[in-house]
C-alpha cells in the first residue's frame, strides 16, 4: 500500500436481543462515541465517515444519509457499503484503502445492525431462486446443514465435535461484557437443543443481535503521534465465488474453495509458510458451528478432514496454542452489519493487550481476521502489534 494504516480507536456496544431503549441513531452513537473517546479524538478531527449495514434487514433505505445525527457525518465526506455478512470487514478495508491512498489521514468506520426492527430470517429466505437456491431457505439453517452432513460423511466428524465449537464459543462470551448470548451449557445441552435441519441444532447457530461497533484508522503519522497503541493493518484479502459453482456442499472438492484462496493470497503478501506460527489467535466469522470446523481446514491451521480434531483436543480454546474466536465469536453475538469489523476490533483488543478477561494467555503480536457472508464471500485481514512484526 502507498502508506501504512493503523487502527488508533475503537468501541462497541452491548449487544442483545432487544435495544428498546434506543433507536438506531442512537444506538450508532454509542459506537462512535466509544471510538472518538477511545482516539482521543473530537468528530471534528475525522476526515472520512463509512457506514456498514444489511439495511434491508431492518427495511429502512439509504441508512446513511438518515442517520448522521448518530454518525457525525453530516457535512462529511462518506459512504454507504453493504456486503452481506462481510459488510464490517469490506468497511474496514474500504477505510484502509482511502488511507492508503492518500485521500484521507483519518477514517471513522462503522457497523451496525438493528435486527429487532426488522425480520432478517424473512429476507434471507427470500433472497435465492426457491428451486436452485433453496439450500438458502431457513436464514440459511439449509445450507448450513449440507456444510455439516457433507462434513461428517468426509471425515468422519459427529455431532458431538460440533456441540463442542458450541460450548467453547459461549462459554468464552460469558467472560466478553459485550457479547450477546453468554450461555453457561455443556455437550450435552448442545446436543439436547432443539434440531432445525439435521445435524443443525438450535445451538450450532448464531443469534440475531442488536448493536454497533466504530473504528479509526489513521495515517503512519497521525498513529504515531496520536496514538499508545496503533494496531496496523498488515494486509487484507478478498475472494468471492457464487453458492452453484463453489460451495459447501463437497467438502473434499478438488476445484479452488472461495477461503482457501483467499487465505494464500493474504499468506503470500506477507510471506506466512505456517499460519499456526505466524499468527497468535484467529478471529474467525463462524455463523454455524460447522463452519468453524471448515475454517480451520481452509486456514491452514490443521490437514483437511482434521479440522474436528482440533477442537477435540482442546487446541483452540481460549488458553490453547491456537486461541479462535477468544471474544466468543458469531455463534455468541450477530449485529450482522457489524459482526465482521467485531472481529477486527476483538483480534487489534487482543494485540494490544486490552481484551480483559478474555484476552489469551499467550503473547499476541499478529492476528487473522475474517469476514464471511453471502453464499460464498470471504474478507481477510492480518493484523499486527508493529510494523516489523
Known amino acids: 500500500m502507498k502508506r501504512n494504516v493503523a487502527i488508533i480507536g475503537g468501541g462497541q456496544t452491548y449487544h442483545a436481543a432487544r435495544r428498546h431503549d434506543v433507536d438506531q441513531a442512537e444506538m450508532v452513537n454509542e459506537a462512535v462515541r466509544?471510538?472518538?473517546?477511545?482516539?482521543?479524538?473530537?468528530?471534528?478531527?475525522?476526515?472520512?465517515?463509512?457506514?456498514?449495514?444489511?439495511?434491508?434487514?431492518?427495511?429502512?433505505?439509504?441508512?446513511?444519509?438518515?442517520?448522521?445525527?448518530?454518525?457525525?457525518?453530516?457535512?462529511?465526506?462518506?459512504?454507504?457499503?453493504?456486503?452481506?455478512?462481510?459488510?464490517?470487514?469490506?468497511?474496514?478495508?474500504?477505510?484502509?484503502?482511502?488511507?492508503?491512498?492518500?485521500?484521507?489521514?483519518?477514517?471513522?468506520?462503522?457497523?451496525?445492525?438493528?435486527?429487532?426492527?426488522?425480520?432478517?430470517?424473512?429476507?434471507?429466505?427470500?433472497?435465492?431462486?426457491?428451486?436452485?437456491?433453496?439450500?438458502?431457505?431457513?436464514?440459511?439453517?439449509?445450507?448450513?446443514?449440507?456444510?455439516?452432513?457433507?462434513?461428517?460423511?468426509?471425515w468422519g466428524a459427529t455431532e458431538e465435535h460440533s456441540a463442542m465449537v458450541a460450548v467453547k464459543a459461549r462459554q468464552n462470551a460469558r467472560k466478553n461484557p459485550y457479547a450477546h448470548l453468554k450461555l453457561d451449557i455443556t455437550i450435552q445441552d448442545a446436543l439436547n437443543s432443539r434440531m432445525l435441519a439435521w445435524p443443525i441444532r438450535m445451538l450450532d447457530m448464531c443469534p440475531a443481535s442488536n448493536g454497533a461497533c466504530a473504528m479509526i484508522l489513521a495515517d503512519e503519522k497521525t498513529a504515531k503521534s496520536r496514538c499508545r497503541k496503533p494496531v496496523w493493518i498488515r494486509a487484507m484479502e478478498t475472494a468471492h465465488n457464487e453458492q452453484f459453482e463453489l460451495d459447501w456442499r463437497d467438502v473434499k472438492t478438488k476445484r479452488p474453495i472461495f477461503s482457501k484462496v483467499c487465505a494464500e493470497r493474504l499468506y503470500r503478501k506477507l510471506g506466512v509458510?505456517?499460519?499456526?506460527?505466524?499468527?497468535?489467535?484467529?478471529?474467525?466469522?463462524?455463523?454455524?458451528?460447522?463452519?468453524?470446523?471448515?475454517?480451520?481446514?481452509?486456514?491452514?491451521?490443521?490437514?483437511?478432514?482434521?479440522?474436528?480434531?482440533?477442537?477435540?483436543?482442546?487446541?483452540?480454546?481460549?488458553?490453547?496454542?491456537?486461541?479462535?474466536?477468544?471474544?466468543?465469536?458469531?455463534?455468541?453475538?450477530?449485529?450482522?452489519?457489524?459482526?465482521?469489523?467485531?472481529?477486527?476490533?476483538?483480534?487489534?483488543?487482543?494485540?494490544?493487550?486490552?481484551?480483559?478477561?478474555?484476552?489469551?494467555s499467550k503473547p499476541v503480536r499478529r492476528a487473522l481476521t475474517t469476514g464471511y457472508g453471502g453464499t460464498n464471500w470471504t474478507v481477510m485481514t492480518a493484523l499486527s502489534r508493529t510494523l516489523d512484526d
Open 273 to 360: 509458510v505456517n499460519p499456526v506460527d505466524y499468527f497468535d489467535v484467529f478471529e474467525i466469522y463462524e455463523p454455524a458451528t460447522w463452519a468453524e470446523l471448515i475454517w480451520y481446514e481452509n486456514l491452514g491451521l490443521c490437514a483437511p478432514g482434521e479440522g474436528f480434531r482440533l477442537i477435540e483436543q482442546g487446541k483452540t480454546e481460549i488458553g490453547g496454542p491456537i486461541p479462535v474466536n477468544p471474544s466468543g465469536g458469531v455463534l455468541s453475538t450477530n449485529c450482522i452489519g457489524a459482526s465482521a469489523m467485531l472481529r477486527v476490533w476483538e483480534a487489534a483488543l487482543q494485540i494490544r493487550e486490552e481484551a480483559g478477561e478474555h484476552q489469551v
Open 34 to 154: 466509544k471510538a472518538l473517546l477511545d482516539a482521543q479524538m473530537t468528530m471534528d478531527e475525522i476526515d472520512l465517515v463509512l457506514l456498514g449495514n444489511m439495511e434491508f434487514f431492518e427495511g429502512v433505505h439509504m441508512s446513511d444519509c438518515w442517520l448522521v445525527h448518530g454518525t457525525g457525518a453530516y457535512g462529511k465526506e462518506g459512504l454507504k457499503i453493504t456486503t452481506g455478512g462481510t459488510v464490517g470487514a469490506t468497511t474496514v478495508c474500504a477505510g484502509a484503502h482511502h488511507v492508503a491512498s492518500g485521500l484521507f489521514d483519518r477514517v471513522l468506520c462503522i457497523g451496525f445492525e438493528k435486527q429487532e426492527e426488522g425480520d432478517t430470517g424473512a429476507i434471507l429466505s427470500g433472497v435465492a431462486h426457491p428451486l436452485w437456491g433453496r439450500s438458502l431457505a431457513g436464514a440459511a439453517v439449509g445450507y448450513f446443514a449440507m456444510m455439516a452432513s457433507s462434513y461428517m460423511a468426509a
